[in-house]
């Protein structure tokens, strides 16, 4: 058996070269992957259905995606154009978040090649989220009573503001975003624990702080984990603003890997966020998320 990972062509949605957001990511890491041999097939997710999305979003967002008539304003507040090939995208990577959590149920650890869109709340995207496939993905997973108590680790440099609005009342979905204080969002949302990061933080400190928020997330039970690795957190990332090096983020990764799957709880690993200045290295730190699952294979 091979670490499932959930891929496909339509994650790279089209959208114009200016547009500051790495849409080839996608696909290039597919190819990294394919490259590396730490997969030989992709599961290939399913757009998700309007029923499924409908747990963690209005209807009437969901339809001004769908029919493509979402005002100019929200549009940009998302920073895509909410054409055919983005819509397309926006349903098949949610489809995507969900079958790898369903996959993870059983092989503990599974992981998709986008997903981690936090900053989606119940009404509007934001921030190049359109739909905030996580929180889909928990609400389906609780909806089937395939989970109970779900932990979203969030670890992407931006807070995890999406999450922690649609899960303020849910006690059975723990909100945990560890970020740094002064990245976008402005406004902060309130998560179960958030954990605020100085500018220019560095690799000793940020495993540290890790160490001992796990330390006492270990303290709860939870039957579900999803994680989101976004790889801003670099110290060559456009966007972020800590100090992270390469290896900083590999051990990160590891160190949340290992300390869910040795208490075999279930981990479904998703993007989130990553503007490095070099493209080749935002796909090498994305596929450390992949990599370090797969070496449990
Ligand atoms: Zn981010």
Sequence with gaps: MELPIINHPDYVAKINDDNKFPIKKF???????????????????EPCSVETMKTSHSLEYINHIKNKTLDLKYQKKIGFPINDSVVRRSFVATGGTVLASKLALDAKLACNTAGGSHHATFEMGAGYCVFNDVAVAANYLKNKKYAKKILILDLDVHQGNGNSEIFKKDRDVLTFSMHCASNYPAKKSKSDIDIELKDNTEDTEYLKILNGNLKELNKNSYDFVFYVAGVDIHHEDRLGKLKITDEGINIRDKTVIENFYSKKIPLCGVLGGGYNKSFDKLIELHSMLHKNCASYF
Excluded: D, S
């Design 27 to 45: 696909g290039a890491l597919a190819n990294h992957l394919l490259e590396k041999r730490v997969v030989k097939t992709f599961y290939v997710p």
